[in-house]
Structures are given as C-alpha cells and as structure tokens.
C-alpha cells in the first residue's frame, strides 16, 4: 500500500512545545507546534522531559523540504535484461514486490535514503552512469 504524500500538517504528528531550543527554528515540531495552536483542537505532543534542547535531540526533525524522487523506469533502458534481473531482485528483497513496483512507477515518493539504496542497487549490477529517476519533487519530511 502506497504510503501517503502529505502537504500539509498531518493531524498524528507529534510536535514540541520548546520554543526556546536553540534548534527550534529549523525544527518541524517546533515549527508545526505553533500551527497546531492555531489550527487543532487536540495535539499530539513530544514528552517535554525527554527532548534534549540540543543537536543531539533525538526528536528533532529538519523543516527544510527534501527532494524525493518519483519512479525509476528509465532505469530499466540502462540496462541489460540479465542486470535489470539482479536490479529488481534486489530492491524486491528489500521494498518487496508491491513496494518496489509502487516505487518504480513513481507511486510513492522516495525520500534521499530510499533513492540511496536504489542506486546502490543500480551500481552494485555494474551500471557506473549517473541516471536520474524519473522525476523530483520537494516534500516535508514528517514521518520518513
């Protein structure tokens, strides 16, 4: 099943209530905090005693959109039959069958360390040309 592509403020995201971090103002729960008082009428919260208020913070999550890629199958025109064989296998193993096909047709979105292990997939069968996938888009990242 297709993992969903949000916009917007998920309502089950966890935010933080430490305006006063260092991190906050790169921090998505910081960030989303203040849109949750404005827009929700119940939040769902970080514990306050277990945030660190530091880099080390092991809650803190980058507000800056990422790249993600959408699909891979111009990949398959790099490569010889028996290449694309191991390619697929490979990524089979790792997303399983509906997952890498959901992938491959762009279905869902891959976040940089999803597209990191198609291209080492794609490297480790022999193929050393810089491929892009099919296309980009910037997303936030709330949950990957």
């Not at 309502?11 to 971090?21: G, Q």
């Not at 279905?107 to 999803?114: G, L, S």
């Amino acid at each position: 099943m297709p993992k969903k592509k949000y916009t917007t403020l998920p309502e089950s995201f966890s935010a933080c209530i430490h305006a006063d971090c260092p991190m906050a103002a790169s921090c998505l729960r910081q960030v989303a905090y203040s849109q949750m008082m404005g827009e929700m009428e119940f939040l769902n919260m970080v514990n306050p005693r277990h945030c660190s208020k530091d880099r080390g913070c092991k809650f803190y999550r980058e507000a800056a959109p990422a790249r993600y890629a959408l699909g891979f199958k111009n990949f398959q025109k790099c490569m010889l039959p028996e290449q694309y064989r191991e390619f697929m296998s490979m990524l089979m193993a790792h997303f399983g069958r509906g997952g890498y096909f959901y992938r491959r047709r762009g279905v869902i979105a891959m976040p940089p360390a999803e597209q990191e292990i198609v291209l080492n997939a794609l490297h480790a069968v022999g193929i050393r040309e810089d491929i892009q996938f099919d296309a980009y888009e910037e997303l936030v990242n709330w949950f990957d």
